[in-house]
């Protein structure tokens, strides 16, 4: 079946420590998208790619930090410049023919605390 | 400023209840709504998706409606059950100088069914 993995489902982070959430992609979708949600504010987009080799920017990118070097990998690294990381991650993605049309799968998250 | 917004934040009602949830977006240029359910600590599952071409979308016992010129959607569940119990996520996808497919999302409806 096709869909989103993201790994690892829960993460403990250290001060000062880069954390890497990846998430993987058999959908053979071009754009993918980060977004974090936390209790009670919805979700939120930190970056996003279209397509390969290139991304940008979201609302709240500061702190973080991604590559596409695959189109099935978007990974995303979580800094320690981001000073409140404490947040539930989640990867997406939907084929550009198919943004007015279809929807947008995404993976199950990835729980990111600090220790 | 494109903004989504969901009432009522929490909802409890009992078994076999008809209900109503409500979303309100600000910019009536749109490609798309969708309606999403996660399930604690889970990912979101798309549930129905409204071009902005069309008024309505059904899907069993979920029917979904869309008025852009008012700025509004319904999601309407019909005879609830306590596996209906979820969060319900209303998210839309602008027309108007957003990232491509990049979805604005409300904060959420936490539905409780009681048996």
Request: glycine share 10%; with cysteine; proline share 5%.
């Given at each position: 079946d096709g869909g989103i993995t993201q790994s690892p489902k829960y993460l403990f982070r250290k001060e000062g420590q880069n954390v890497t959430l990846s998430c993987e992609q058999?959908?053979?979708?071009d754009a993918m998208y980060w977004y974090r949600q936390d209790p009670g504010q919805g979700l939120r987009l930190i970056y996003y790619s279209q397509i390969v080799n290139d991304f940008q920017k979201g609302d709240i990118a500061e702190g973080y930090s991604v590559s596409r070097e695959k189109k099935e990998s978007f990974p995303l690294t979580v800094t320690?410049?981001?000073?409140?990381?404490?947040a539930f991650y989640l990867c997406a993605s939907i084929p550009l023919g198919g943004v007015g049309n279809q929807p947008q799968h995404f993976g199950d998250g990835t729980r990111l605390s600090i220790l | 400023k494109q903004e989504v917004t969901q009432i009522p934040a929490a909802l409890s009602v009992p078994e076999g209840e008809n209900l109503v949830l409500n979303c309100s977006f600000t910019d009536s240029a749109i490609y798309n709504l969708q309606w999403f359910r996660q399930d604690p600590g889970k990912g979101l599952t798309s549930l129905l998706l409204i071009q902005s071409s069309q008024r309505e979308q059904t899907s069993g016992r979920l029917n979904a409606s869309l008025d852009k010129s008012s700025g509004r959607s319904t999601l309407y569940i019909a005879a609830?059950?306590?596996?209906?119990?979820a969060t319900y996520l209303c998210a839309v996808t602008f027309d108007?100088?957003?990232?491509?497919g990049r979805l604005y999302f409300g904060r959420g409806t936490q539905l409780t069914v009681w048996p």
């Amino acid at each position: 079946d096709g869909g989103i993995t993201q790994s690892p489902k829960y993460l403990f982070r250290k001060e000062g420590q880069n954390v890497t959430l990846s998430c993987e992609q058999n959908l053979n979708h071009d754009a993918m998208y980060w977004y974090r949600q936390d209790p009670g504010q919805g979700l939120r987009l930190i970056y996003y790619s279209q397509i390969v080799n290139d991304f940008q920017k979201g609302d709240i990118a500061e702190g973080y930090s991604v590559s596409r070097e695959k189109k099935e990998s978007f990974p995303l690294t979580v800094t320690s410049a981001q000073k409140n990381p404490t947040a539930f991650y989640l990867c997406a993605s939907i084929p550009l023919g198919g943004v007015g049309n279809q929807p947008q799968h995404f993976g199950d998250g990835t729980r990111l605390s600090i220790l | 400023k494109q903004e989504v917004t969901q009432i009522p934040a929490a909802l409890s009602v009992p078994e076999g209840e008809n209900l109503v949830l409500n979303c309100s977006f600000t910019d009536s240029a749109i490609y798309n709504l969708q309606w999403f359910r996660q399930d604690p600590g889970k990912g979101l599952t798309s549930l129905l998706l409204i071009q902005s071409s069309q008024r309505e979308q059904t899907s069993g016992r979920l029917n979904a409606s869309l008025d852009k010129s008012s700025g509004r959607s319904t999601l309407y569940i019909a005879a609830s059950q306590p596996g209906d119990s979820a969060t319900y996520l209303c998210a839309v996808t602008f027309d108007r100088g957003s990232t491509l497919g990049r979805l604005y999302f409300g904060r959420g409806t936490q539905l409780t069914v009681w048996p």
